[in-house]
């Protein structure tokens, strides 16, 4: 190709057009104020929140009257808490990575190649919804090689395929937004291989729906209790359950820990994500 | 149907040296299921050259360029770039810089970024694919936006960064897929004569796919007609619009009006003139014909008496388009402006063919 050093041939600033009317700074709108959604909104939150208080004020409260934080720190004491929250933390980090790992390839090729196998596909995502835990952790128990059955392992191999519904629905949603054919082309036309192009273009544009995949993998993880119990694996939902019913209020309040935990992570994963979209969005 | 040719445009003549490689579609078939995209297409193109692949949706004109682009591959044949054979080289090997249709660029990355990904894909330093990429960008008249994302730029500005993206990586051929289809026509036509200066500078040999026949005869070397995935005719835009080859071609490319017609030996008679036939006499089918002709290839002239009818006219700036109903047939004619104001709608007309020679078809049914 010859040298580019002709310049500035076509810098005709005339000739270059103006962005889309909608790239226009947004005018201030007045805020309308809807009553309606307000309710349900104030509604929805009195259902979350008086329960919680309850439950927070049942821990935290001195038996003589007032409140205490000294519950919190009996909850790191606590025995077995720690390897429980160690554990629990283990399976999401493993369980995420993996899923990951499997269903994003896999529903890219869907998309691409075999976009008539989509129907299918959720199909095939929701069956672990569908199928009870108990019957699928014996399933489970009962045909894995004896050198996993006792290894933590086999239990995220579990919770990989609990959170393939909630993993493909986010991933399907946010590959459905994009002109995947046409980035996948692009991408290639200039010399990057397939997993170049699932790394530097399909996932930072995919970053909304694998956040969200990955808040859901968590909480699945953090919150599931019947297989972890059945395959006798202390997280933390089964430390809850068989901790020493001699102080319940350490129990209810890792409980509510946990809880407020998972809505802490997942407005921070919402608002990073809300951060990094509005910068990109600065020139 | 035969196909016919033309030798392909020296692009030295226009005074860059040609950095492009020749590209060579070499009996292409591709068939999906049971249509047949292509079929045994054959088309050479020199280095430099702009090529417009044009037809009717479904001709196979997008296939040969996606085969060539190392999207699809080829049921027979070979894609041969500068001699070699590449039909089963990946597409990311290849090295051709593509513009597509739809707004192709990473949502994630700035204009800057978007043209930098190539060379980032080939290990370039971070400071000399900055500094090329804002070049090019300077090349395509947005130096001043190289910050800006894809969101923050017009359908035009877009296509422009796609235009810089590709051709930073200094590809051996450049393809563009209908990349002004999705712009107003305002827009489309500045970057259409953008496009076509930018690829005479580099020389670059050029594909480009379109179904606007105004696109490809104004920007292209030469303009390879399909039809049914195969090639009706490869030539220079005006030998194209003044000499088509077969009917299809005749019909498809610029404006024609069909008059049923009757041989005599050598030659039909239109509208009572005896007018040679143009082209192989052997190849003109027996039966009933028609005559393709041009809008210019008629003069229309007010006659009380005379045998035509103005059933319509169309203003199109220094001439204006008439339309004349004579003796089942309904025939265009350009006039000059300045003397089209006596040809009113229902003035009676009489209409006198004035080409030398005229391309004769199989009579259409509706004719």
Known sequence: MASLEFGTLLADPSTTDQPFADDAPVTRRRRRVHWGRGTILVVAALYFVVPFYAAMAFSLQRPTGGFSLQPLSQIASAPGFLSALWLSTQLAVITMIVVMLLMVPTVIYVHLRMPRFRRAMEVITILPIIIPPIAYSVGVLESAPSWLRSSQYLLAIVYVILAMPYVYRSLDSGLGALDLKTLVEASRSLGSGWISTIWRVLVPNLRSALMSASVLTIALVFGEFTIANVDNWTTIPVWIYLAPTDNPRVNTLVAMIALLATCVVLTLIVSLDRSQSRDSRRS | ?367
């Open chain 2, 1 to 367: 149907m035969a196909m016919a040719t033309d030798t392909p445009t020296n692009v030295e003549t226009r005074g860059a040296s040609p950095s492009g490689a020749p590209v060579v579609f070499d009996n292409l078939t591709r068939r999906f299921g049971a249509t047949t995209a292509l079929d045994r297409l054959s088309l050479d193109i020199a280095p430099g050259e702009l090529v417009a692949l044009l037809g009717p949706s479904g001709c196979g004109k997008t296939t040969a360029l996606r085969v060539l682009a190392g999207f699809d591959r080829p049921d027979l044949g070979r894609v041969l770039v500068d001699g070699n054979d590449v039909s089963h080289v990946p597409a990311q090997r290849r090295d051709m810089g593509m513009v597509f249709q739809s707004y192709s660029l990473f949502p994630n990355m700035n204009a800057r970024d978007n043209v930098a990904f190539g060379l980032q894909i080939r290990h370039q330093r971070t400071a000399q694919r900055r500094a090329k990429a804002a070049e090019l960008l300077e090349l395509v008249g947005l130096g001043e936006h190289v910050t800006k994302y894809p969101h923050q730029l017009s359908g035009g500005q877009q296509q422009r960064v796609a235009l810089a993206r590709a051709l930073a990586i200094e590809p051996r051929v450049l393809l563009l897929d209908e990349p002004l289809s999705a712009l107003d026509a305002k827009v489309r036509a500045e970057l259409r004569d953008q496009i076509r200066a930018l690829q005479q500078r580099l020389a670059i040999t050029t594909v480009f796919v379109t179904h606007d026949q105004e696109e490809a005869m104004s920007m292209a070397d030469r303009v390879c007609v399909m039809f049914q995935g195969r090639v009706e005719q490869v030539a220079t835009p005006s030998v194209l619009y003044s000499q088509p080859a077969t009917p299809f071609v005749g019909r498809f490319v610029g404006v024609s009006s069909r008059v049923a017609v009757t041989r005599r030996g050598d030659h039909v008679e239109v509208l009572g003139r005896d007018v040679p036939i143009r082209g192989d006499l052997a190849a003109v089918p027996a039966g009933e014909l028609e005559a393709l002709l041009r809008p210019e290839d008629l003069d229309v002239t007010v006659n009380p008496n005379g045998l035509g009818v103005v059933t319509h006219r169309s203003f199109l700036g220094a001439t204006t388009r008439v339309g004349v109903g004579i003796a089942g047939a309904n025939l265009r004619v350009d006039v000059r402006s300045a003397q089209a104001d006596d040809l009113e709608l229902g003035t009676r007309v009489d209409v006198s063919v004035n080409a030398r020679d005229v391309l004769v078809t199989t009579r259409q049914p509706s004719s």
